[in-house]
């Protein structure tokens, strides 16, 4: 046997799962956080080139998160009636398609096409996020499936901090600097030319991007994949959905990532202008701090991941989501690199949030489980919503830091999640 094939079945054997497969459905992982935290850039990017309020920007997270809320629940009937490769093949199809649209959007000049091209983009990673976690856990020896998801899940964040160095050097950095009132003092021909340009950088990093996952859908598509599914397909959906609502600490759950999601792209969507207001930076010298931000979220989940030897899940939700309203109290009344600081901070208390919160809403939901799950996706309108109120507060006040009361009432709401959640298990077990 050659040394490359002794290798790849050293790690198949570790993994206990077929390693191309897992390889293939791992770079998912990656991909959905490049488009996460790539799209949260273009709030600032939007404004600049359009002249816009920071309420208008944010139709840029409702449509994005907007997807996954109406997507979800349509993409776990979806796996459960066919496979798990067919949802993968179908979300990634969506993502391929809203990239390469953002080429004809960019053409038109149109935040609406802006907004379709990201609706569809978002609506493939409410599928793939709904179908990529279960096959990850489903696709190899049950004992070892936890250990496989941490390993998929450790390429996320990164993909996440791709995104954003991809935006400032490719985006943000070939924005004009001219700002609102001198565009608007401009001639049509001009600001038509500055605006194409700067739509142009915008389209570049999507469509480059839809072409790479057209090869990875293909690679996927003529694959042998493990079907990963040994449950029936019939679908009992509303009987499933009443012994769901009758859970208090399932239900309690999705409010809780509801307003975590919200709270998390409240946070990082208006990161650059904060900074920006605060420093006096451009975007670029600006995105600087978002990438420290997610450096500091990818840390701080192994950090937390070892805690949770010592401390109780719950009692770690509650303490971190303190220690974010302490940083957010900060960011609202400091100023300069206090406040910024304290910004960078939040990610840190952020970190455990969402695999916490889904954690402790699934225990106990059984054969539940998958249309469980995908209320928790669901919860992830959050992004949608949240960033929108911010938005207005900012506008309505003329003060980015007065919008960061937004976050903080969801970081409270999830400190007595944290609080609650293990009484109402004790008393639901």
């Not at 976690?133 to 998929?152: S, V």
Request: charged letters at 10%; proline letters at 3%.
């Amino acid at each position: 046997m050659s040394e490359s094939k002794q290798f790849s079945s050293s790690i198949s054997s570790g993994l206990k799962a077929p390693i191309v497969p897992f390889i293939l459905i791992t770079s998912l992982f990656f991909m959905w956080g490049l488009a996460n935290n790539l799209t949260d850039t273009l709030l600032a990017a939007f404004k600049r080139i359009m002249s816009m309020s920071d309420f208008q920007t944010s139709w840029i997270q409702i449509a994005f998160y907007g997807a996954y809320f109406c997507l979800a629940l349509p993409a776990a009937v979806f796996i459960k009636k066919f496979t798990y490769k067919s949802g993968v093949l179908l979300g990634l199809g969506l993502y391929v398609v809203g990239a390469l649209l953002f080429y004809p959007s960019s053409i038109a000049m149109q935040y609406g096409l802006f907004l379709g091209s990201l609706y569809i983009l978002a609506g493939g990673l409410a599928i793939l996020e709904t179908a990529c976690n279960p096959y990850i856990i489903a696709m190899g020896d049950e004992k070892t499936g936890t250990q496989r998801l941490n390993l998929a899940q450790s390429f996320n964040p990164i993909g996440s901090i791709s995104g954003v160095v991809i935006s400032k050097f490719y985006i943000l950095s070939q924005l004009d600097v001219s700002g609102a009132q001198e565009r608007a003092a401009m001639s049509a021909e001009q600001l038509q030319s500055i605006q194409q340009a700067e739509l142009g950088a915008v389209m570049g990093p999507y469509v480059t991007l839809g072409f790479v996952l057209l090869g990875i859908w293909l690679l996927i598509a003529f694959t042998k994949m493990p079907k990963a599914s040994t449950t029936s397909t019939s679908i009992d959906l509303w009987p499933t959905i009443k012994r769901l609502v009758r859970k208090k600490s399932y239900v309690l759950g999705v409010v809780a990532q509801f307003f975590y999601v919200g709270a998390q792209i409240c946070v990082w969507s208006f990161t650059i202008r904060y900074v920006m207001d605060e420093l006096g930076l451009a975007e670029a010298g600006a995105s600087n701090y978002y990438i420290a931000a997610l450096i500091v979220f990818t840390l701080f989940r192994f950090v937390n991941t070892y805690l949770m030897k010592y401390i109780k899940p719950s009692n770690l939700l509650m303490g971190s989501a303190m220690l974010g309203v302490l940083s957010t109290l900060v960011v609202i009344l400091g100023s300069g690199y206090v406040g910024v600081i304290a910004l960078v901070a939040i990610s840190a208390f952020m970190s455990l949030m969402f695999p916490t919160i889904f954690g402790l809403a699934s225990q106990g939901l059984g054969e539940d489980t998958k249309i469980g799950s995908s209320g928790l996706i669901m919860a992830i309108g959050g992004g949608a919503a949240l960033p929108a109120v911010q938005g207005m507060i900012s506008d309505a006040t003329g003060s980015i830091h007065l919008s960061y009361f937004v976050p903080l009432v969801c970081f409270v709401i999830i400190a007595f999640y944290g609080m609650l959640s293990k009484k109402y298990q004790l008393a639901e077990s």
